[in-house]
């Protein structure tokens, strides 16, 4: 090329950088059709350099057309004259460059000038343009290509951005080619890196998640595993775990299912492979869970040639469920068989028995009054009772009976093959073994058992007749008293029908109507006045008027005494702005309600009657609790500090019925009481006889000495009235006054006989 085609680069380099540097393409492409104007230039290939890779920004014109014959030699001997690689640097840095090829035409027709011209020196300047190529090709690509070869047999397949390709210069080919090489192995390399990476990170997570990556290779037989598999088995770091084959590690008992399992897997199967088994360690015998989930990898006809898969330890997991399934099977307070399993057992015995003509006896036991054992000693007493009367009923059964909690104090021995004989002496043997005393706080203290026997095939055949058959059988046995033992007969079955439906009436009367209260008045002896009523309560059930007797310990046996308690309090204290209504402004009132052993233990009590006195706005000094001796038996600390809450509250806390039982004065001066009631029988005979008078006398000055007004209930007659004045006892209620009426009732009757003013109610 001439002088006349390096003055026109010249005259574009400036231009030419700045398109360069700034990835320019139009000006690249004005740059690029300027050059291609000029006669001597065939085509302009314009490269920029963005992050060192040569881009093709611009071209103009096209690479010349083969020739012919001698043309063809000629340009095929002067290619590398016909291009020109223009490096465009800015800076010291190379930001481009410019292939430039001269239009041949004008080259040859040089050739062929000289050619006619110098014939005679043809075969001269053939010689010196031969020896030049040679000269030019050994210097720019032989020697470049043959480093190039020598490097590259230098590379290390394991770290191919460590060799470096040895520089050219980047106008030619080669030097070209060279770069793109050497940023093949640099990408290369960076691939490798970041893939050791990964699987760094991936092996690090595996293994921190007691995880095992593994592969079995179907053609050579072969596997491979990650490093921590050694551990998975409990061997020491490093051994060759592939050393005990995977029928050899898993469980016998499992060995043949998996087997099985991942064969026919392997050979049909689709989708992802997942399955739980058992391990066993080689060294220790250890046994340790493990999930799997893998797929297999088949080849282009669908055979299988390889199985990869994922391993986790699932031992603390399969721990975590057997001890869930052991809570559900046990009872936590006394470590018996629950109700399920012991309704189980007993199906399977009662099955059995049917099957081959057998007997099978089912013993319900039940602690008698185990509701006022808790509310006099506390749930932690009745908790150790459990515990030690489960004890001695396991130690007390034979080989082949089982024990069980089925409720809160009730129990379940079932006794396959039994006659009733034995079963009788069975159940009286185990309640015999709880007649013991237990230690408890507060002292020992010896439960009673009832025991209710009914056998199959005589009682039932199936585990729901039998075992509801012993039930109505301990319910009678319970009636007795404790330490009794009753056998299920129809007679029985009847009752407990009868029983259920008032229990399923009872609950109904609660939800829907038909109970309703009766207030019975109070009054004061020395002032005579109107101070309040007791609350009692009635069930109107068909066209029949129940009292508390007889449906109380139908509510005790159906869990509805708190909700019977529950809905007088509420009906009570909604009366009460009733019964102020029709008494003058300031006159003392109260209402008394009976607070059965069951609610004094109750720990929602306090929160339920703070929201009626809050929702009635009823002060707490109108409300009065009448508990029974029976509520205080055993004199826990727990029950005082109950009774000592509602007393601080301002509620009225009265021991009804004293004398009628053994009731310590003791425990009375301990009691946070506002009153003890006496019943008629406490004065029977006192009027009569001198002795018996001056004990009453003692005990209503005993009282009044600690602080605690008295009240006598029953008194219908003037006689009786007169002698509780005498004895200066503070308040009488009884049918001399007034019988039990409703509020309508109270207010007739209040009006009928005092009017429209307070009046006094006559001593005599």
């Given at each position: 090329m001439g002088s006349r085609i390096d003055e026109a680069i010249a005259g574009t380099r400036g231009p030419a950088v700045q398109a360069a540097a700034l990835l320019d393409d139009r000006l690249a492409q004005s740059i690029a059709d300027s050059l291609r104007s000029h006669a001597g230039i065939a085509s302009v290939r314009f490269f920029s350099l963005p992050g060192g890779e040569p881009t093709l920004l611009a071209s103009a014109g096209a690479p010349p057309l083969p020739h012919r014959g001698m043309e063809s030699l000629l340009l095929r001997?002067?290619?590398?004259?016909?291009?020109?690689?223009?490096?465009?640097?800015?800076?010291?840095?190379?930001?481009?460059?410019?292939?430039?090829?001269?239009?041949?035409?004008?080259?040859?027709?040089?050739?062929?000038?000289?050619?006619?011209?110098?014939?005679v020196r043809l075969f001269g300047t053939s010689v010196v343009i031969g020896l030049v190529l040679f000269l030019l090709t050994m210097r720019t690509v032989t020697r470049p290509i043959q480093h190039l070869v020598a490097a590259l047999e230098a590379v290390d397949p394991n770290q191919p951005g460590a060799a470096r390709v040895p520089a050219q210069e980047s106008r030619h080919e080669v030097g070209f080619l060279t770069e793109r090489l050497q940023g093949v192995l640099d990408r290369l390399h960076a691939e490798i890196d970041a893939r050791r990476k990964s699987e760094h990170r991936l092996r690090v997570s595996i293994e921190g998640s007691r995880q095992v990556a593994y592969e079995v290779d179907f053609t050579t037989n072969s596997r491979w595993m990650t490093p921590n598999f050694p551990e998975l088995l409990g061997l020491p770091p490093g051994t060759d775990a592939s050393a005990y084959s995977l029928t050899e590690i898993i469980h016998p008992d499992d060995r043949e299912r998996i087997t099985a399992e991942q064969?026919?897997?392997?050979?049909?199967?689709?989708?992802?492979?997942?399955?739980?088994?058992?391990?066993?360690?080689?060294?220790?015998?250890?046994?340790?869970?493990?999930?799997?989930?893998?797929?297999v990898e088949r080849d282009a006809d669908g055979k299988p040639i390889r199985f990869v898969g994922l391993t986790s330890d699932i031992t603390a997991r399969k721990r975590a469920e057997l001890r869930l399934e052991e809570l559900a099977q046990v009872d936590q307070l006394t470590g018996l068989p629950n109700r399920a399993i012991s309704l189980d057992r007993a199906d399977q015995a009662i099955r059995t028995a049917v099957v081959h003509g057998t007997s099978c006896a089912i013993i319900h036991l039940d602690i008698h009054s185990f509701h006022d054992f808790n509310a006099a000693f506390g749930h932690d007493a009745g908790d150790i009772c459990l515990r030690e009367l489960a004890g001695r009923l396991q130690r007390s059964v034979p080989d082949g009976a089982s024990v069980g909690r089925v409720n809160g104090d009730e129990f379940l021995v079932i006794a396959p093959g039994a006659s009733a004989a034995t079963a009788d002496g069975l159940a009286e043997r185990l309640v015999a073994a709880a007649s013991a005393p237990v230690d408890v706080p507060g002292g020992p203290v010896a439960p009673g058992l009832s025991a209710g026997v009914a056998m199959c095939p005589s009682d039932g055949k199936t585990a729901a007749e039998v075992v509801a058959a012993a039930q109505i059988a301990v319910v009678h046995a319970d009636r007795d008293g404790p330490g009794q033992v009753r056998f299920y007969d129809p007679g029985l079955g009847r009752t407990a029908v009868a029983r259920r439906a008032m229990e399923r009436d009872l609950s109904a009367a609660i939800s829907y109507g038909g109970l309703f209260l009766l207030y019975q008045p109070r009054f004061d002896t020395e002032s005579g006045q109107f101070v309040g009523v007791e609350a009692l309560l009635r069930w109107r059930r068909n066209k029949e008027i129940l009292h508390p007797p007889s449906f109380l310990p139908i509510a005790e046996d159906a869990g509805l005494v708190r909700d019977l308690g529950h809905w007088v309090l509420n009906r009570a204290l909604g009366?009460?702005?009733?019964?102020?209504?029709?008494?003058?402004?300031?006159?003392?009132?109260?209402?008394?309600?009976?607070?059965?052993?069951?609610?004094?233990?109750?720990?929602?009590?306090?929160?339920?009657?703070?929201?009626?006195?809050?929702?009635?706005?009823?002060?707490?000094?109108?409300?009065?609790?009448?508990?029974?001796?029976?509520?205080?038996?055993?004199?826990?600390?727990d029950l005082f500090r109950r009774l000592q809450r509602l007393r601080e509250a301002g509620i009225g806390i009265a021991l009804d019925d004293f004398g009628a039982g053994y009731t310590s004065l003791e425990l009375v001066t301990r009691m946070p009481l506002s009153a003890m009631h006496f019943e008629r029988s406490f004065l029977a005979g006192a009027m009569d006889d001198k002795l018996r008078a001056r004990i009453v006398r003692a005990v209503v000055d005993v009282a009044q000495g600690i602080g605690v007004p008295t009240l006598v209930k029953g008194v219908e007659t003037a006689e009786v009235h007169r002698f509780c004045s005498e004895l200066a006892i503070r308040e009488v209620q009884g049918y001399h006054f007034a019988h039990p009426l409703p509020l309508s009732g109270v207010r007739d009757w209040y009006f009928d006989r005092f009017g429209s003013s307070f009046a006094g109610v006559p001593r005599s």
């Open positions: 001997a002067a290619h590398l004259l016909l291009e020109r690689d223009v490096q465009l640097q800015h800076d010291g840095t190379t930001v481009g460059s410019l292939l430039i090829t001269v239009n041949p035409d004008e080259f040859l027709q040089r050739t062929y000038a000289r050619i006619r011209d110098e014939t064969s026919a897997f392997a050979a049909a199967g689709k989708g992802m492979y997942e399955a739980e088994y058992r391990l066993k360690r080689p060294l220790d015998g250890g046994i340790v869970w493990v999930s799997t989930r893998g797929r009366d009460y702005a009733d019964f102020t209504s029709f008494l003058p402004p300031g006159s003392p009132f109260r209402i008394a309600l009976n607070l059965s052993p069951e609610q004094v233990s109750d720990d929602e009590l306090p929160a339920v009657l703070q929201d009626a006195l809050g929702t009635y706005q009823v002060p707490p000094s109108a409300i009065e609790f009448e508990i029974t001796e029976a509520s205080l038996h055993g004199g826990s600390a």
